[in-house]
C-alpha cells in the first residue's frame, strides 16, 4: 500500500499562511495527473472534500485553499487562515488500490 | 442539494452481524459510484468498499474481504453495506460517501461498536 506521511500538528496564527505537507512512498501521478486529494475535518463533523487532483478546487470551497504538487511531495496551503479553518486535513491518494489516507495534520492556532 | 443519511449503527458483539444503510437524495445516484469510508475513535479515515453505478463492480480492502458486502438499491437510492463476523477492530464510524476517490460528499456517519 502507498504510505502518505502528514506532520501531526501545524500551528498558526490567524491571518498568517499555512502550508500542510503530504509525502507518498511512492509517486502518485500518472503522466500530468496527480491522484492526490485533501479534506478537511472539524470535530465532530464529516469530512469535506477540498481539493481534487492535487490542485483543482471543490464545489464552494473558499479560493484561500489551494493546493500544489506532482509526484510524492504535495502541499496545501491556507492563505490566509481564518478562524474557521482550525481542523484537521486529511490527503488521499487514488493512484492505487487501495486507495490510502494520510494520518492527518491537526491545525492549531499560535 | 445532496444529502447522505446512514443508519443501522449500534453495539453488537464480536462475531455477530449488523447492516448499515445510507439513504440519498439531492442527486442521480444511479450515476455515482458509492463508497464506505471509516474512522476508528480518535484515528485517521479508512476507505472500506465501493461498488459501481450499477452495482455489477465491487472492490474492498483485504481486511473486510469475505466478511463484508456492499450493495445498492438503485431505485431506492439507497446504499448498503452487510457486516459479518464483525471484530473489536471494526468498531469505527461508518460514513456514505459519493465516488471512488476523490469522494466529494459525505453523510454524518454512523457509529458502529462491537464489543462483548
Known amino acids: 500500500d502507498i504510505v502518505l506521511t502528514q506532520s501531526p500538528v501545524l500551528a498558526v496564527s490567524l491571518g498568517q499562511r499555512a502550508t500542510i505537507s503530504c509525502r507518498a512512498s511512492?509517486?502518485?501521478?500518472?503522466?500530468?495527473?496527480?491522484?492526490m486529494h485533501w479534506y478537511q475535518q472539524k470535530p465532530g463533523q464529516q469530512p469535506k472534500l477540498l481539493i481534487y487532483?492535487?490542485?483543482n478546487l471543490a464545489s464552494g470551497i473558499p479560493a484561500r485553499f489551494s493546493g500544489s504538487g506532482s509526484g510524492t511531495d504535495f502541499t496545501l496551503t491556507i492563505d490566509p487562515v481564518q478562524a474557521d479553518d482550525i481542523a484537521a486535513y486529511y490527503c488521499?491518494?487514488?493512484?492505487?488500490?487501495?486507495?490510502?489516507f494520510g494520518a492527518g495534520t491537526k491545525l492549531e492556532l499560535k | 442539494e445532496v444529502q447522505l443519511v446512514e443508519s443501522g449503527g449500534g453495539l453488537v458483539q464480536p462475531g455477530r452481524s449488523l447492516k448499515l444503510s445510507c439513504a440519498a437524495s439531492?442527486?442521480?445516484?444511479?450515476?455515482?459510484?458509492m463508497a464506505w469510508v471509516r474512522q476508528a475513535p480518535t484515528k485517521g479515515l479508512e476507505w472500506v468498499a465501493y461498488?459501481?453505478?450499477?452495482?455489477?463492480?465491487?472492490y474492498y480492502r483485504d481486511s473486510v474481504k469475505g466478511r463484508f458486502t456492499i450493495s445498492r438499491d438503485n431505485a431506492k437510492s439507497t446504499l448498503y453495506l452487510q457486516m459479518d463476523s464483525l471484530r473489536s477492530e471494526d468498531t469505527a464510524t461508518y460514513y456514505c460517501?459519493?465516488?471512488?476517490?476523490?469522494?466529494?460528499?459525505w453523510g454524518q456517519g454512523v457509529m458502529v461498536t462491537v464489543s462483548s
Open positions: 511512492q509517486s502518485v501521478s500518472i503522466s500530468s495527473i496527480n491522484l
Open positions: 461498488i459501481s453505478t450499477g452495482g455489477g463492480s465491487t
Open positions: 460517501t459519493t465516488g471512488s476517490a476523490p469522494f466529494d460528499y
Open positions: 439531492g442527486f442521480t445516484f444511479s450515476n455515482y459510484y
Open positions: 487532483r492535487a490542485s
Open positions: 488521499q491518494q487514488s493512484r492505487e488500490s487501495p486507495n490510502t
